[in-house]
């Protein structure tokens, strides 16, 4: 899927939810090739235009999917701490790192 993605990026075509999806799953999973990210994260890039909300929300379903869930017991949750910036911070700042 990354192959076909790739050409039709970078023909300036944007993709549906469930292409972004297929796409994020072999880039998640290591069935995509460092070469094939490299040229997947430019024409993305380089494409006229931003990402749509399906790409986003297709590849962020998988990336939620394929996380990985801390789950503390109340004795240790509150000497938990957020190293990411997710913008939780209350400063009205948004991140995406």
């Known amino acids: 899927m990354i192959r076909d993605a790739i050409i039709h990026v970078a023909a300036?075509?944007?993709?549906?939810?469930?292409?972004?999806?297929?796409?994020?799953?072999e880039m998640m999973t290591g069935t995509a090739t460092p070469s094939q990210l490299g040229a997947?994260?430019?024409?993305?890039?380089?494409?006229?235009?931003?990402?749509?909300?399906?790409?986003?929300?297709?590849?962020?379903?998988?990336m939620r999917e394929k996380a990985v869930h801390v789950h503390l017991n109340d004795s240790v949750a509150h000497h938990a701490l957020d190293t990411c910036g997710t913008g939780g911070d209350g400063s009205g700042t948004f991140n995406v790192s």
């Open 12 to 25: 300036g075509a944007t993709l549906s939810e469930a292409e972004a999806e297929e796409v994020m799953e």
């Open 40 to 62: 997947f994260l430019t024409v993305l890039r380089l494409r006229p235009g931003a990402e749509t909300v399906e790409e986003i929300a297709g590849m962020a379903r998988v």
